[in-house]
């Protein structure tokens, strides 16, 4: 892993640890138009969205955070977007399971329709679970191209969190969130 690809990750990290567990809130980006995104917070174990570093005018990035995922090795879910208002760009792992690159991963991402991606991470090998799970780490990195003005909402569904045996996390959380976008001509 050279140099640029850590960038993203411990940007992403560093704005996790900065927002604290305020869960993303209601907080408007920078730039002309406005985005409007509030995600809800979430007890651990559980999963939420937050804004990343790089959400300015048309584009907007969410982070998948973990709150307190430990014993977990994989995870998989369908997140339903608003595709009306957004068009998906992309998309990277952070640093939850490879811990900065000390573990091997896998991720998949996939639209399966309009509005559903669908994504599977895991580590790879005998490596054991994520230990020591800190509050408020990002899983992914996920990114889109807002195009028309409105308001929508982010929904999950098919997800799940394994251990390192396969067998389902009990009692994870998943928090919703909504977008508005503004000012879109």
């Known amino acids: 892993m050279n140099h640029r690809s850590l960038r993203r990750p411990l940007a992403a990290l560093l704005l996790a640890l900065l927002a604290g567990s305020c869960g993303g809130g209601n ?11 509030s995600g809800q917070p979430v007890n651990a174990p559980g999963v939420h969205l937050r804004t990343g570093l790089d959400t300015s005018g048309y584009f907007l990035q ?13 995870v998989e879910y369908d997140l339903h977007y608003p595709d009306e208002l957004l068009t998906f760009a992309g998309g990277e792992e952070s640093i939850f399971f490879s811990e900065t690159g000390r573990f091997d991963t896998r991720m998949t991402l996939a639209e399966t329709s309009p509005g559903v991606l669908h994504v599977e991470h895991t580590r790879l090998g005998d490596v054991g679970p994520v230990r020591d799970a800190f509050d ?25 969190v394994f251990d390192e045996d396969g067998n389902e996390l009990p ?11 503004q000012g879109r001509e």
């Open 27 to 37: 907080v408007p980006t920078r730039g002309d138009p406005t985005m409007f995104f």
């Open 62 to 74: 969410l982070l998948v955070v973990a709150e307190g995922l430990e014993g977990a090795y994989a």
């Open 136 to 160: 408020s780490i990002p899983m992914q990195i996920l990114e889109w191209n807002a195009h028309t003005n409105g308001t929508g909402s982010f929904t999950w569904s098919g997800n799940r």
């Open 171 to 181: 009692g994870v959380t998943w928090g919703t969130a909504s977008l508005t976008v």
